[in-house]
């Protein structure tokens, strides 16, 4: 879901994040990371008390603990036996693991 486009997003640059809306931190910080260490990614924003989805965050998110995640589109090919990494847009990929780790790291060692 990372490492691809939408069918109908040709761009390289396009990525929405998910995140708990009552921690406006998590735009913050991907916002703040993503200029500062000018990674060129335009970012959808999507907050949400309880974000839904049927993905790994769906348990945290139903229990109250707040949750962010990436999503770059859901290409035809996704869970298809015709999704190979010949179609992987790698730096895409890297760019959003980097700013999830910078903010992940952040939030890790922060003084609450």
Sequence with gaps: M??????VEAQDNKV??????????????TEKHTKYYDL???FSF??????GGGSDHAPFA????PVFYFMAGFPPEYHQP??????????????IIQVGYLDIFELANMDW
Excluded: C, Y
Excluded at 16 to 29: G, I, K
Excluded at 82 to 95: I, N
């Design 82 to 95: 015709g999704d190979h990494t010949s179609l992987v847009k790698w730096d895409k990929m890297l760019r």
């Design 16 to 29: 929405s994040m998910t995140f708990t809306s009552t921690v406006p931190m998590f735009q913050e910080l």
């Design 2 to 7: 990372n490492s691809r486009n939408s069918p």
């Design 62 to 65: 139903r229990a109250g603990i």
């Design 46 to 51: 999507r907050g949400s008390e309880r974000p």
């Design 40 to 42: 060129g990614i335009e």
